[in-house]
């Protein structure tokens, strides 16, 4: 993997469309590319990080001319990559939208969130941390890079016990592969002090798509002429699955309290 240093011209993107999903006003993302690889995710491609030098700089000038709003930090992603460990341009954002009293939601995959524990219990923030499945073969096909399922749950404990709100994401749901595993997520989510639960279905656009097909060639033979009716000439599975998957989750939800939604 290489690293490559970048000037950026701006940092901070307005969403244009209200986010009822993340509750978000605006978006940066202190990387370009992420290193961590997951096979169902596309800004996993390029063998390069860009690490934009002058974040600082270029989000002080920013914050002083927009409206008080919630920033999504990591949209696209991972703001806490391996690269942060070396470059901690996150945490030096992060720094940043505190000194302007911006209220910021965090998503990641990574246990070095906690690295910045007293950080963002001081500041007006939350986090969400992605679980793809429990199932140790299912996140090492996908997920090779990413911290093991076990390790992420104990990181949503510790963030809550430390009066972060906190909450896990079940995103991208992969078909016929996580059905199974649904109401242990849910479980376990809440048995590890998450305030919620997101969740939304595999979308597969362009070169995306046929790179995740070859894995499900190599790995799940028998699901390939599944997912050809599932998806067809669609980046989402069709309306029913969607719908089913859905009515799934919110009966785990209500089983096991805990909201599918982030409440204010």
Known sequence: MEYK????DSLLKKITKKDTFFNGT???????????????????????IYVKK???????????????GVI???SVHDPYQKAEQKYEITKK??????????PCHILTKSTLVLRDISLLSSMNCMVTISILSLNK???????ENVPPSKERLQTIKTLAKHGIKTG??????????????LEHITKAVKNNKAHYLLHKHLELKGEQK??????????????????????????KPDKKYISEIDMKIQTFCRKYNISEKILQ
Do not use: M
């Open 93 to 102: 954002i992060l720094k940043t939208i505190k000194k302007y009293h911006f």
């Open 72 to 74: 999504i930090v990591g």
């Open 210 to 235: 046929q790179l995740f097909i070859d894995v499900i060639q190599k790995h799940y033979p028998h699901l390939l002429s599944t997912y050809d009716k599932l998806y067809k000439d669609r980046f």
């Open 5 to 8: 240093l970048i000037h950026c």
């Open 137 to 143: 073969n299912v996140y090492r096909i996908f997920e």
């Open 26 to 48: 605006y978006c940066i993302d202190p990387y370009q590319n992420c290193e961590f690889g997951c096979l169902y995710c596309d800004s996993s491609f390029d063998k390069t």
């Open 54 to 68: 002058n974040a600082v700089e270029t989000l002080e000038n920013e914050l002083q001319t927009v409206e008080k």
């Open 168 to 181: 896990a994401a079940l995103i991208p749901i992969l078909p016929y592969i996580v059905e199974w595993d």
